[in-house]
């Protein structure tokens, strides 16, 4: 039968012996097996002792597992079970925020007979401590509270400016050092020592091995202390292939939208894909005849090569001069307008041919007259690639959100090292269509944007220093003809930004990093000469130490 017995000698606190007929502590020797106890009414599934000294017990999809630690955790510490480490593997770590005193009787307390006879124990016993005559947590003995001068039986941890942090106790029932020390000393032996736990100024990290989960089924349970559970999915790769450095993102129109310096993304919320991938055709022409002429419609489109172009057929004409030649080996798609307003799609080498090097079409029979008065009949899809185009947007890696009149309703893109300078606006609430003439020239190629800020409904683009008469440009949303357009309504003067990765709101306030500290873009300067909102003053002095 199994028995728990309470060792009297004190060698063994709690065991558990497989003798039927065990009389004492002597005859459990050799036969030792570890307890688990549990904190609770609720037992927990048994875990074997592994030599940990302290350790989190959590349960992932029905199975303990043990999280080991290097201190005991107390209120305000973590512990993360998976983090990402500066090599690119994987640990665990614990944090703690306090640490906990053990007192064994052999510190080095002096009696303060100045301040109603304390005895204190100094710096070197309880460093980094967060702050003077903080609380805490001792094991026998009360915190101060605020008339602690008249108090008996307490402790506090202070702070002296001479001596450094300290731990106090005040107990009349002893009247010397030594007397106390031997008190510590006999707590100690009894294993039940006096501890203290207290704030830390800084926390305390360590790491270890991460803990691996089962993601066989996609999901998994996390249980810790049979109290608190939640059901996560496991993370899943949907998509290989980007850029290996820091990437932005926004939600547009429902996608999220993921600039990566090396090409623009899009996931629509089940996978992700290049943002070429589908993108919008623009039709360049329309009302166009069999040789020339029309209407323009719509810009190229940066990222992608197709275009589409539309005609008014007649009855004698065959060929059909697109406006970009040569095209590329890409098939040609033509349709024909049908009397029920629907388009048919003919097939190349039958009813049509194509001269891909002069970028013409022509019909084995003209198309004829379109079946509707003043309605284009002939529509032609074809590609035209142009060397670097796409760079211009793929190799973006700053930007925003902003329309007209301050809407979000279109990304601005820059970064692009190959033309610093400029910047690029996609379609409305389209990530994937990208006007060729849809861009701003802002300053001198030798200053490059570096960043955005949104102030009272306008777009602020932050140079980067070369160029101090222009180192914030302003510009306002507007339709023009019903376009829109976003022209320079100011230009300002002062520190440039200092960094991409260096803007950010406080309390609505956009602020950017300079070299000289911290400044806010606010309404008053969109409308003045200079920036001279400086938001940094008081952290000066350790900020501008900074590399």
């Keep these: 039968a199994t ?31 570890w307890v688990m106890l549990n904190r609770g009414t609720r037992a927990a599934p048994y875990l074997p002792y592994g030599g940990q000294a302290y350790a989190a017990k959590v349960e992932i999809n029905g199975q303990p597992r043990l999280l080991p630690l290097t201190a005991p955790l107390w209120d305000g510490d973590r512990v993360e079970s998976s983090v990402l480490a500066e090599d690119g593997g994987r640990i665990s770590r614990e944090r703690h925020a306090q640490k906990m005193l053990v007192l064994d009787g052999t510190e080095n307390f002096y009696l303060d007979a100045k301040v109603n006879n304390w005895f204190v124990v100094a710096d070197n016993q309880i460093p980094f401590a967060r702050s003077t005559y903080q609380c805490g947590v001792c094991s026998h003995y009360p915190w101060a509270q605020t008339n602690w001068m008249g108090e008996d039986h307490i402790v506090f941890v202070g702070r002296d400016e001479t001596t450094g942090h300290y731990v106090a106790f005040k107990d009349s029932s002893y009247s010397t050092a030594a007397e106390f020390r031997a008190y510590l000393a006999a707590q100690y032996a009894a294993g039940t020592p006096v501890t203290v736990v207290y704030e830390l100024a800084e926390e305390e990290v360590y790491t270890h091995e991460a803990v691996e989960l089962d993601d066989s089924d996609g999901r998994f349970v996390l249980r810790a202390e049979g109290e608190l559970s939640a059901d996560l999915q496991m993370a899943e790769e949907l998509a290989g292939g980007l850029a290996d450095g820091r990437s932005r993102s926004w939600l547009l129109a429902d996608q999220l ?14 996978r992700v894909k290049l943002a070429s991938e589908g993108a919008y055709v623009p039709t360049l022409t329309i009302g166009k005849g069999p040789k020339s002429g029309g209407q323009e419609y719509e810009g190229i489109n940066l990222i992608q090569p197709k275009f589409t172009e539309q005609f008014l057929g007649t009855a004698a004409d065959k060929a059909y001069q697109l406006s970009l030649a040569p095209l590329d080996a890409a098939a040609v798609t033509v349709e024909l307008l049908q009397n029920d307003g629907s388009w048919r799609e003919l097939a190349e080498g039958r009813d049509f041919s194509v001269d891909r090097t002069a970028g013409l079409v022509t019909f084995t029979a003209a198309p004829g007259v379109s079946p509707v008065s003043g309605q284009d009949n002939v529509k032609i899809t074809a590609a035209r690639t142009v060397e670097g185009y796409a760079d211009r947007i793929n190799r973006c890696d700053i930007g925003t959100l902003f329309g007209v009149s301050g809407a979000a309703d279109r990304l601005f893109l820059s970064g692009y090292a190959g033309l610093p300078n400029y910047d690029w606006y996609s379609g409305y609430n389209d990530p994937t269509y990208w006007d060729d003439g849809a861009y701003a020239v802002l300053g001198q190629s030798d200053s490059a944007i570096v960043g955005y800020s949104i102030v009272s409904a306008r777009l602020a683009a932050h140079k980067d220093g070369r160029e101090a008469d222009r180192s914030v440009v302003v510009r306002e949303g507007n339709l023009q003809n019903n376009k829109p357009a976003f022209p320079i309504v100011n230009t300002l003067q002062g520190e440039g930004a200092a960094a991409k990765w260096a803007f950010g709101y406080l309390a609505n306030e956009p602020l950017f990093l ?3 500290g911290v400044y806010a873009v606010t309404s008053q300067d969109i409308t003045g000469e200079k920036i001279s909102n400086l938001r940094s003053f008081y952290l000066n002095g350790a900020l501008l130490s900074e590399r």
Excluded at 5 to 18: D, H
Aim: glycine share 14%; proline share 0%.
């Design 3 to 33: 028995e728990i017995r309470i060792g009297a000698s004190g060698k063994y606190a709690l065991c558990v012996t497989n003798k039927d007929n065990a009389t004492g502590i002597a005859d459990w020797r050799g036969e030792i097996e």
């Design 514 to 516: 300079t070299r000289l």
């Design 257 to 270: 939208v993921i600039a990566d310096g090396g090409t623009l993304w899009i996931y629509d919320g089940e």
